[in-house]
């Protein structure tokens, strides 16, 4: 059964980069079939895609948000990261990972970590 | 782009049924979209995927309660003989070829 559990500072000041890991076990990252992807929830919101990487670490990102963003894959310790560049309050938030299949026909979730972003 | 439309919510009592409706904007009637619940305070689940004849493919553990349905632009989620912990948002998502978006979310009261 994979498990996704995202890390990383729940505090975050202004025009600073926010880095969050996602940390996958039971299952591979570096096999097809799944897209590795990060959406955020901003308080007492929906949810909204932030991006979503392919294995072969090809990458595809929100066109409305910081066009900075960048999705990368660490095969090596089995993760995926999200770097959100100059970020501002408007990017508090909680921040969730996910493995997507291909089909979209089955998505895990991680559980989510609360990001905030405040001097 | 595609957009998608959900009720912001909806309320049954329990016990009962409820269906929900996802729209999908105009020219995208053929897209599948998958359904996620989430209950107060944690992250979401995957329910199901539904396709535009109808056909859905469901998550883990997803009980039996759960199906979905499809009609012209609309996709369905029906959840029978409701239960307390059915008390939760549910968000429709969908894809294209190089995004994804999610429906703003229904909240679901059971009475």
């Known amino acids: 059964q994979v498990q996704l559990q995202e890390s990383g500072p729940g505090l975050v000041k202004p025009s600073q980069t926010l880095s969050l890991t996602c940390a996958v076990s039971?299952?591979?990252?570096?096999?097809?079939?799944?897209?590795w992807t990060w959406v955020r929830q901003h308080p007492g919101k929906g949810l909204e895609w932030i991006g979503s990487?392919?294995?072969?670490?090809?990458?595809y990102y929100n066109p409305s948000l910081n066009s900075g963003l960048t999705i990368s894959l660490d095969t090596s310790k089995s993760q995926f990261a999200l770097s959100l560049p100059s970020v501002t309050a408007a990017d508090t938030a909680v921040y969730f990972c996910?493995?997507?299949?291909?089909?979209?026909?089955?998505?895990?979730w991680g559980q989510g970590t609360l990001v905030i972003v405040s001097s | 782009q595609v957009a998608l439309t959900q009720s912001p919510s909806a309320s049954a009592s329990l016990g009962a049924s409820v269906k929900l409706t996802c729209t999908l904007s105009?020219?995208?009637?053929?897209?599948?979209i998958g359904w996620h619940q989430q209950r107060p305070d944690k992250g979401p689940r995957f329910l199901m995927k539904?396709?535009?004849?109808?056909?859905?493919t469901k998550g883990d553990g997803i009980p039996d309660r759960f199906s979905g349905s499809s009609s012209g632009a609309e996709r369905y989620l029906t959840i029978s003989s409701l239960q307390s912990e059915d008390e939760a948002d549910y968000y429709c998502?969908?894809?294209?070829?190089?995004?994804?978006?999610f429906g703003g979310g229904t909240k679901l009261t059971v009475l």
């Open positions: 996910a493995r997507v299949a291909l089909d979209n026909a089955r998505w895990n």
């Open positions: 990487i392919f294995y072969t670490g090809f990458a």
């Open positions: 539904v396709d535009s004849d109808g056909s859905h």
């Open positions: 998502q969908t894809w294209g070829s190089d995004f994804w978006v």
């Open positions: 039971g299952g591979s990252i570096s096999s097809g079939g799944y897209y």
């Open positions: 105009s020219g995208h009637s053929s897209n599948a």
